[in-house]
């Protein structure tokens, strides 16, 4: 059986994150979620003592759990199993070629009722950017060539942390738009962020001269903010999931309750009439 294609160039990814790092990383959107997952975990109760955290950019994150493992985003995570009671994957696993087995190794990290948290980008993000360059791709050369990166929708994500055996999953998500002078100014932002083109099916090719210029007036027709600037959707998708442990909340077994749910209700119980009225031989 043929491997699915990959996603991601792992090394062209790697390049783009050294170089943004190299020239000072904008890392707005990591400073705002690192602060959320903070809230998050503020309302847990539970201390953490030997957290990690899977990151492509550390500085934002070293501050969030003092003394937490730092371990670099890649296909094969330095994580040991069992050896941490909180896992934070941090704005990369939208990048995962394989975001199941990401899961899979945080959770084998993880100490029995152990935490996961991840955020990552979810599908409605850049869906303006996404749409303004298909659409002048289209007009220019007649197809379309893969320059944005596809990303996971919550129900599908939601799904993951149950197939990777984490307890209690929970998904949910926040939007957020930025306004940008241009689209050149978002583009430019997203490589500050190493969140330029790292796909393994991008065109190698020559951009064609005139795209991007027709792209970014489509953008700005299409999707203007206040203050003659235009609007960036991003969708950050929160996960977590629990180690099972014995100790933790479990449904009860279908039969088993003990008050009827008319008393519950203070009501009479009706039976059910037939109502069957389909033909018969």
């Given at each position: 059986m043929n491997a699915p294609p990959l996603l991601t160039d792992r090394a062209a990814l790697s390049r783009n994150r050294s170089r943004a790092l190299k020239q000072g990383a904008e890392t707005f959107l990591h400073d705002i979620v690192a602060a959320e997952i903070k809230e998050r975990l503020s309302e847990v109760n539970k201390t953490f003592t030997v957290p990690a955290?899977?990151?492509?950019?550390?500085?934002?994150?070293?501050?969030?759990?003092?003394?937490?493992?730092?371990?670099?985003?890649?296909e094969t995570l330095a994580l040991e199993p069992e050896a941490h009671d909180l896992v934070i994957h941090a704005l990369s696993l939208h990048w995962a070629n394989d975001p199941v087995g990401q899961l899979v190794q945080c959770r084998r990290a993880l100490r029995p009722d152990g935490l996961f948290i991840a955020a990552l980008f979810g599908g409605q993000t850049l869906m303006e950017l996404r749409a303004a360059v298909a659409e002048a791709e289209s007009r220019l050369t007649g197809g379309l060539s893969?320059?944005?990166?596809?990303?996971?929708?919550?129900?599908?994500?939601?799904?993951?942390?149950?197939?990777?055996?984490?307890?209690?999953?929970v998904a949910d998500s926040v939007r957020r738009t930025v306004t940008y002078l241009t689209a050149f100014h978002l583009i430019a932002d997203l490589r500050a962020m190493g969140e330029g083109n790292a796909l393994f099916q991008r065109s190698r090719r020559a951009t064609p001269r005139d795209l991007f210029p027709e792209a970014a007036r489509i953008y700005a027709a299409s999707y203007p903010a206040p203050d003659d600037r235009v609007a960036a959707t991003f969708e950050t998708i929160f996960l977590t999931g629990w180690a099972p442990d014995p100790s933790q909340q479990k449904p009860l077994r279908p039969g088993s309750a003990a008050t009827r749910l008319a008393d519950a209700l203070d009501t009479r119980e009706q039976p059910l009439r037939n109502t069957d009225t389909s033909a018969k031989d």
């Amino acid at each position: 059986m043929n491997a699915p294609p990959l996603l991601t160039d792992r090394a062209a990814l790697s390049r783009n994150r050294s170089r943004a790092l190299k020239q000072g990383a904008e890392t707005f959107l990591h400073d705002i979620v690192a602060a959320e997952i903070k809230e998050r975990l503020s309302e847990v109760n539970k201390t953490f003592t030997v957290p990690a955290i899977v990151t492509g950019f550390p500085r934002p994150w070293a501050s969030l759990q003092p003394g937490a493992r730092i371990v670099e985003d890649a296909e094969t995570l330095a994580l040991e199993p069992e050896a941490h009671d909180l896992v934070i994957h941090a704005l990369s696993l939208h990048w995962a070629n394989d975001p199941v087995g990401q899961l899979v190794q945080c959770r084998r990290a993880l100490r029995p009722d152990g935490l996961f948290i991840a955020a990552l980008f979810g599908g409605q993000t850049l869906m303006e950017l996404r749409a303004a360059v298909a659409e002048a791709e289209s007009r220019l050369t007649g197809g379309l060539s893969p320059r944005v990166l596809p990303m996971a929708e919550i129900r599908d994500l939601g799904a993951l942390l149950q197939r990777a055996g984490f307890a209690l999953p929970v998904a949910d998500s926040v939007r957020r738009t930025v306004t940008y002078l241009t689209a050149f100014h978002l583009i430019a932002d997203l490589r500050a962020m190493g969140e330029g083109n790292a796909l393994f099916q991008r065109s190698r090719r020559a951009t064609p001269r005139d795209l991007f210029p027709e792209a970014a007036r489509i953008y700005a027709a299409s999707y203007p903010a206040p203050d003659d600037r235009v609007a960036a959707t991003f969708e950050t998708i929160f996960l977590t999931g629990w180690a099972p442990d014995p100790s933790q909340q479990k449904p009860l077994r279908p039969g088993s309750a003990a008050t009827r749910l008319a008393d519950a209700l203070d009501t009479r119980e009706q039976p059910l009439r037939n109502t069957d009225t389909s033909a018969k031989d």
